[in-house]
């Protein structure tokens, strides 16, 4: 487990591409936080990160998005949608989680029971010093781009 202060959008932004850049395709990333914490803003770095240049939107209505990058595909999921997790069926998530891509889904606890368990976990928490953030490891790529990660907040 590593945390970090993020004092504004530009660190959380750094954050991410940094991240990216030490991540395996195949890296499932779960990203938690209330509204408003920074998560979106963070997986538009780490697309950056990947060197995807157009716009990133995010994917509240649309729930996935993908990302044509020099590094490989990338998706980003919002699942605070989600109704159920038998949905993550019908915008075929087997092929999002095929192991070749890398993958940030925010709201991951929509998906109980369907999502696999991820590489890496961003918790994402505003306080009076910016943005509080935790990142955990559970895999050996996740440690992998743990151990390879540098950032000074």
Do not use: N
């Amino acid at each position: 487990m590593s945390e970090y202060v993020l004092a504004d959008e530009a660190a959380t932004t750094a954050f991410g591409e940094r991240l990216a850049r030490c991540t395996e395709p195949g890296c499932l990333i779960f990203l938690r936080g209330d509204l408003g914490a920074g998560k979106t803003t963070l997986a538009r770095g780490f697309l950056r990160g990947l060197g995807y240049a157009g716009r990133v939107k995010s994917p509240t209505y649309t729930l996935v998005e993908p990302y044509d990058t020099p590094r490989g595909v990338a998706y980003h999921l919002d699942l605070y949608r989600l109704a159920d997790p038998e949905e993550l069926e019908w915008i075929g998530i087997r092929d999002v989680l095929d192991g070749s891509h890398r993958c940030l889904i925010e709201w991951p606890q929509r998906g109980l029971g369907i999502l696999p368990d991820p590489d890496l976990t961003v918790e994402l928490e505003m306080d009076d010093r910016g943005r509080q953030l935790t990142i955990l490891a559970y895999s050996m790529a996740g440690k992998r781009a743990l151990t390879s990660f540098q950032y000074k907040s």
